[in-house]
């Protein structure tokens, strides 16, 4: 606790407190100022909470949705490629290259089962 915080925390917001008693402003006026910033915190809060529910939502949706895909591995290695796959996929002589060990190889992928040609 320092002399700044002694001031910050205790003397100044008594000064606020009593600077429309000072100033001479109607206690109707103050009783007006702070309820109308009580109701733009109130607003804004519900604004940031609801925005924050919906960030939630959102990426729980968007990861369920990139379950659905699933990367193919390279033969050779077993890394992941940069390709993915969907449950309905059909490849047909797909070149697989993998960036990892550089191979390719050459694929075909029906029913998420991937078959090497070559
Ligand atoms: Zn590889």
């Known amino acids: ?9 205790g003397i100044l ?3 606020f407190l009593c600077l429309p008693e000072m100033i001479g402003v109607p ?23 609801s925005v924050g529910l919906y960030k939630i939502f959102y990426r729980i949706h968007w990861r ?7 990367w193919i591995r390279c033969p050779v290695c077993g890394n992941k ?3 993915r796959i969907k449950e309905d996929t059909e490849l047909k002589n797909f070149p697989l290259y993998c960036p ?6 050459l ?3 029906k029913d998420l089962q991937i078959t090497v040609i070559k």
């Not at 369920?64 to 699933?70: D, G, L, R, S």
């Not at 990892?100 to 190889?105: F, L």
């Open 81 to 83: 490629t940069r390709n």
């Open 100 to 105: 990892k060990c550089k191979h390719e190889s």
């Open 13 to 15: 917001p008594l000064l």
């Open 27 to 49: 206690i109707w006026v103050v009783w007006y100022f702070v309820k109308d910033v009580c109701v733009v915190l109130l607003v804004s809060s519900s604004l940031l909470f």
């Open 107 to 109: 694929i075909e992928v």
């Open 1 to 9: 606790m320092t002399a700044f915080d002694i001031i910050r925390h």
């Open 64 to 70: 369920m949705k990139m379950e659905k895909f699933e």
